[in-house]
C-alpha cells in the first residue's frame, strides 16, 4: 500500500494509478459481488463518458440520490473524473429538502434509485434547472459501452468536487463546498497517523451521502489501495457478522450505532479480533457506551471529531497514550486554537471555540458569503464546537456554544450530564438540554428512552445523577419518551428537543409526533 502525494493529484488520478500498481486487487466488496481496481476504474471511465454525453462539463452540478451501493461510488468518481462537482443527497431528506438542494446547487443532473427519485419525478415542475432525471438501479451501468470514445478533460486539485449539504436542523441546508485538494488532504491526514495498513479492510456500514463514510472510509481506503466492504445500511448484526466475516481492520458509527452493537441479541458471541481501529464519532461518546464496548467485544473505541467542513481531532492508536472521555489530539496538518468570543486565545484548562486551521478546511459554502465569511473569519474555520485543552496537549469537548447550559451563572455541558445517565443500567437514550426559568435563566432537563422491559422512574434517574455529578448539574426534570427525535446522521436532535422543551406546557404528557 502507499500514500499517494503527487503535486496536482486528484482523487480519481488515485483510482487510475491504483488501477495500474494492483489492477486485479478487491477495491469494493457489496453482498455477494466485488470490483477491483482495474474494474472499478474502466466502469468509472464509462460513467464518465456516459455523462459527457448527456452534455456534462466540468464545474457543472450533478446531484445523487443514492442509498449505500457501488452505483454511488462509481457516480462520485465519474463526476471527479470530468470535473463535474458531485452533490450527494441525503436519502433521509424529505421532498422539500431534497427540492430545496437540488435547487440551491443549481444541479442540471439528477442521478439515483427509482424509489428515490419517485417523489422528485412526480415533482418535477419544481425543479426548473435540472434538465434530467437518470434512473441507476443496480446494474444500470453495466450496459453502457465497453470503450471510452471520448477524451477525458484535465482536472486540477483545486477544483471543485462535492457540494454536501447539511442537515440544517436550525436553518436551510447549507452547501459545504470540498475540493479535491481539501478532500485529499483529509486522507492524508487520517492515512499519516493511522497508517495505511488499517485500511487494508475498511467496512462503510455510515451513509456515504455524509462526509465521515465518504472522506475518512471511502477516499481514505482507495488512497492507502486497501478493500472496502459496503453494507446498504446500518444494521447492528449485519455490521458484526461482516467484521468477522471479512477480517476488518477498520470500522466505526456514531453513538446511536455502537449503542445498537452493544444490544443486539447475542453481541459477544461475533468476532471483532481483525478490528485495529474502531472509531467512533457524530457527537460525543458516552464514557459508558465506550466502557460496555471494550468489556463485551475487546476493542477501544477511539473518538473522533468533527464535521462537513473539516474532520480535525482523532484519538487513534499511534498517537500514544489515550485519554478515556477525551477526544484526543489535533492530527495531520490540522492545528487548533481555542478561542474566546473576542479570539483571543485561552489558557489550558479554559473552555474556548474550536478554531481549526487546515488544508482540508471547507472551501465555505456555496452561494452563502455571509455564512462563508462568518466561518472563516481570521483564516480558520470557526466549528462552533467547545472543548479544553488540558496540560498534555489532549482536547476535551465541553459541548456545542449555542447547546451549553447556563444555570444561575454556572454553564453545564449537556454531554456531561448525558454521560451520567447512560451508566443506569436502564437507559438506552439521553438527550438533556436547558429549559427557560426567570429565576435561574435555565434549569436541566433530561428526555430518556428506556430499553425495552426497563423501569425506572424520574427520581431514581435524578438519585442516580446525584450521586456522581454536582448538584447544580442535576436534571430538574426528566421526561420518558419512547425514543427521542434523531437528524439525518443519527444524532439525538437537541435542537429538537430544546424547541419541545419551550413550547410545551406539561412536560411529561407532552410527546413527539
Not at 469 to 483: D, G, M, R
Amino acid at each position: 500500500m502507499r500514500l499517494f502525494k503527487g503535486v496536482g493529484m486528484t482523487l480519481h488520478a488515485v483510482l487510475h494509478e491504483n488501477a495500474k500498481a494492483f489492477p486485479d486487487r478487491t477495491w469494493l466488496r457489496y453482498e455477494s459481488a466485488q470490483w477491483s481496481y482495474a474494474d472499478g476504474d474502466m466502469i468509472t471511465s464509462r460513467i464518465a463518458a456516459w455523462l459527457m454525453g448527456l452534455g456534462i462539463r466540468a464545474g457543472d452540478r450533478v446531484a445523487l440520490l443514492f442509498t449505500n451501493c457501488p452505483e454511488l461510488v462509481f457516480c462520485y468518481f465519474a463526476c471527479f473524473k470530468i470535473g463535474a462537482v458531485a452533490v450527494p443527497l441525503n436519502t433521509r431528506f424529505r421532498t422539500t429538502e431534497l427540492i430545496y438542494a437540488i435547487n440551491h446547487s443549481g444541479a442540471v443532473l439528477l442521478v439515483g434509485q427509482h424509489d428515490l427519485c419517485a417523489p422528485l419525478l412526480e415533482a418535477r415542475a419544481q425543479l426548473p434547472h435540472l434538465a434530467e432525471i437518470a434512473i441507476a438501479d443496480t446494474g444500470t451501468f453495466a450496459t453502457l459501452p465497453c470503450e471510452v470514445v471520448v477524451e477525458l478533460p484535465m482536472v486540477g486539485e483545486s477544483q471543485l468536487a462535492v457540494l454536501m449539504y447539511t442537515s440544517g436542523t436550525t436553518a436551510k441546508p447549507k452547501g459545504v463546498m470540498h475540493s479535491h485538494g481539501t478532500l485529499k488532504r483529509q486522507s492524508e491526514n487520517f492515512l499519516a497517523v493511522l497508517g495505511t495498513i488499517v485500511y487494508a479492510q475498511t467496512l462503510v456500514s455510515l451513509p456515504l451521502c455524509h462526509m465521515a463514510a465518504f472522506s475518512i472510509f471511502l477516499l481514505s481506503a482507495t488512497e492507502a489501495g486497501g478493500t472496502v466492504t459496503i453494507l446498504p445500511r446500518f444494521e447492528p448484526g449485519a455490521v458484526l457478522r461482516s467484521i468477522g466475516e471479512n477480517r476488518i481492520t477498520y470500522a466505526g458509527g456514531m453513538p446511536v450505532m455502537i449503542n445498537a452493537m452493544i444490544n443486539c441479541p447475542d453481541a459477544g458471541t461475533y468476532d471483532l479480533s481483525s478490528l485495529r481501529v474502531f472509531v467512533g464519532g457524530g457527537d460525543c461518546v458516552p464514557l459508558e457506551l465506550q466502557n460496555r464496548f471494550r468489556e463485551l467485544f475487546g476493542v477501544v473505541v477511539d473518538e473522533l471529531c468533527g464535521m462537513t467542513e473539516v474532520i480535525y481531532c482523532n484519538q487513534p492508536l499511534n498517537l500514544g497514550e489515550r485519554r478515556p472521555g477525551s477526544i484526543g489530539k489535533p492530527f495531520g496538518d490540522v492545528r487548533i486554537r481555542l478561542e474566546d468570543a473576542d479570539g483571543n486565545e485561552v489558557a489550558v484548562g479554559e473552555v474556548g471555540e474550536i478554531v481549526v486551521h487546515s488544508g482540508a478546511v471547507t472551501l465555505g459554502y456555496w452561494n452563502d458569503p455571509e455564512n462563508t465569511k462568518a466561518a472563516l473569519k481570521r483564516g480558520g474555520m470557526h466549528t462552533g464546537d467547545l472543548a479544553w485543552r488540558d496540560a498534555d496537549g489532549f482536547l476535551w469537548f465541553a459541548g456545542r456554544s449555542k447547546e451549553i447550559i447556563i444555570r444561575g451563572g454556572s454553564n453545564i455541558s449537556p454531554g456531561e450530564v448525558e454521560d451520567v445517565l447512560y451508566t443506569h443500567p436502564a437507559v438506552d437514550e439521553v438527550g438533556v438540554v436547558g429549559v427557560p426559568c426567570t429565576e435561574l435563566g435555565q434549569r436541566v432537563r433530561a428526555y430518556v428512552a428506556l430499553k425495552p422491559g426497563a423501569r425506572a422512574t424520574d427520581k431514581d434517574l435524578m438519585d442516580w445523577a446525584a450521586r456522581k455529578i454536582a448538584a447544580y448539574k442535576v436534571p430538574e426534570s426528566i421526561v420518558f419518551l419512547a425514543t427521542l427525535p434523531k437528524g439525518s446522521t443519527g444524532k439525538v436532535l437537541r435542537t429538537a428537543l430544546r424547541d419541545h422543551a419551550s413550547n410545551e406546557r406539561n412536560p411529561k404528557q407532552s410527546s413527539f409526533a
